[in-house]
């Protein structure tokens, strides 16, 4: 048989490693390349085990996720900077809240998708792709007006603790983190670290991003892995769970020839920003927003049990090519295989019947709205 | 009596009374993780050896099983269609995916004694 642990981008050099590394290893972490690094995709427990726990009552898991970018974009003149090249509303970010958007190029496809957060009116906080740190932080460089300066935050770590009890393990350890609101974001100590912390992450549940000084990560790592409610997870319970929670994956859902009109996530471009414009990509998409477009990222739920991976093609019940799928997989808390694609727009309308051609099949499955399993951010 | 012989593509084969019982081995459900889909080839199917004659599928990513060796289909395995972890659990046993009568009896002897399969992981 063929053993593959799953699509990972091919390496050129030897994978970096997280400040983590050790203790990943110690935790019988399988580790594997992943953009770069040297990353768990799973534990001893395993991917099932890991996800479900993520999802349990009382619970939480802990990922290490290090990888991603982490950037400060310090200046006056910052969030104008910025608003030139993302089409969220920057000005109208408020000191302590967190900002989910986009980086379009000049057809509006998406360069990355990014998280900003306002620590001051003159410091923004930016969390960006591993796969993509490379050529965003490049991209926004080239384009910062005097006195406005990006400082690389490669020397620290993140870590997320995401889970219906990661709430009750931030009040004992962090409190003052505890209390942010969803889509908050702030510095905190947790444990006596100091720590600049998000109520945010990218599994549907409710949850923090911490990042952490990388010389103090090992240290809270351990101490939250103590917390009886934590057990560590890897990427792949990361991927399952996002995809269950009908989150974009760059690379997969997103890319440069994708608009966030066409990705669903129109409700990142800001009111002011759908009349003013003024952003990369500003024209293909307010045309969209006004006219639609030929295609559209739709929730699929397969018939049977047979998962249908990225780049499955979908056909119409009538046999016309409908469109690609972008992520795909079994979704654990549900016990059935999920999956979201393009589709053509007069096929994506929920409850459509399509065919997904896996292993020369044609398999039934239908449009259904996501987010696949609801999501349970604190409100 | 009978006697398991295995792949370098990490299946087992077992041959007893004329009917070889395929399955993937320990290493290999070890490797793929928690399994969540199998598919199976049909009674009567006629397979080649080396052909992709099966599917497993865990949470991240799908593999392709090989067929051993040549032979048709007599039986296979619903047990872990409905329950795929049962592979996990008992890969050598209860965990067996298809039973073929060998077209080739010859074949069975020229795959890879226990002994050699160890020695084979030892250098993957």
Redesign the interface.
């Known amino acids: 048989?063929?053993?593959?642990?799953?699509?990972e981008v091919a390496e050129t050099s030897p994978p970096k490693t997280t400040p983590l590394d050790l203790l990943h290893k110690a935790l019988g972490a399988r580790m594997v390349p992943f953009a770069g690094w040297s990353m768990p995709?799973?534990y001893s427990a395993?991917?099932?085990?890991e996800?479900l726990h993520c999802r349990a009552d009382g619970c939480a898991a802990l990922f290490d996720v290090s990888h991603m970018g982490q950037a400060s974009l310090h200046g006056s003149a910052g969030t104008v900077a910025l608003e030139a090249l993302v089409p969220g509303d920057i000005q109208g970010l408020k000191p302590g809240r967190q900002r989910y958007t986009v980086l379009t190029n000049e057809a509006g496809g998406v360069i990355d998708d990014l998280m900003v957060s306002r620590l001051t009116p003159d410091h923004l906080f930016l969390v960006v792709n591993a796969s993509r740190r490379d050529i965003d932080l490049p991209h926004i460089e080239a384009h910062l007006p005097a006195g406005v300066t990006l400082q690389r935050h490669d020397d620290r770590a993140l870590l997320a603790l995401q889970g219906p009890g990661a709430a009750v393990v931030m009040a004992r350890l962090g409190p003052a983190a505890a209390a942010f609101p969803f889509m908050g974001f702030g510095p905190a100590s947790i444990g006596g670290i100091d720590c600049l912390v998000s109520r945010s992450g990218y599994t549907g549940e409710d949850g923090f991003e911490i990042s952490v000084p990388a010389d103090l990560v090992d240290r809270l790592a351990r101490l939250l892995l103590d917390q009886p409610e934590v057990g560590p997870a890897g990427l792949?319970?990361r991927?399952?769970l996002r995809l269950e929670a009908g989150l974009c994956l760059y690379g997969n859902d997103l890319d440069e020839l994708t608009t966030p009109v066409e990705a669903g996530i129109a409700w990142v471009i800001g009111k002011r920003r759908r009349i003013d414009g003024g952003f990369p990509g500003d024209i293909a998409i307010r045309d969209q927003l006004q006219n639609g477009c030929a295609r559209m990222l739709v929730g699929i739920r397969p018939e049977g049990?047979?998962?249908a991976?990225a780049g499955t093609n979908i056909v119409a019940e009538d046999g016309t090519a409908a469109g690609t799928v972008t992520s795909g997989?079994?979704a654990?808390s549900l016990n059935a295989?999920v999956a979201m694609g393009y589709v053509r727009r007069d096929l994506s309308a929920e409850g459509t019947g399509l065919r997904l051609q896996v292993?020369g099949r044609s398999l039934p499955a239908r449009v259904v709205p996501m987010p696949f399993v609801p999501h349970r951010y604190v409100r | 009596m009978s006697e398991t012989r295995f792949t370098k593509s990490h299946e087992w084969v077992c041959l007893d009374a004329g009917i070889a019982t395929v399955g993937i081995t320990d290493h290999a459900q070890e490797a793929l993780g928690d399994l969540v889909f199998v598919e199976l080839p049909e009674p009567g199917r006629e397979l080649t050896a080396g052909e992709v004659c099966a599917v497993v599928e865990s949470v991240k990513a799908a593999s392709d099983v090989y067929c051993p060796i040549a032979g048709r289909v007599v039986e296979n395995n619903q047990a872990i269609v409905d329950d795929p972890a049962l592979v996990n659990r008992e890969a050598a046993t209860g965990g067996w995916f298809f039973r073929l009568a060998p077209s080739d009896p010859a074949a069975f002897a020229a795959l890879m004694d226990a002994a050699t399969y160890e020695a084979f992981l030892e250098t993957e």
């Open positions: 048989m063929s053993i593959e642990i799953g699509p995709v799973q395993g991917v099932l085990a996800h792949g319970a991927d399952s049990r047979a998962p991976r997989g079994f654990p295989p292993r």
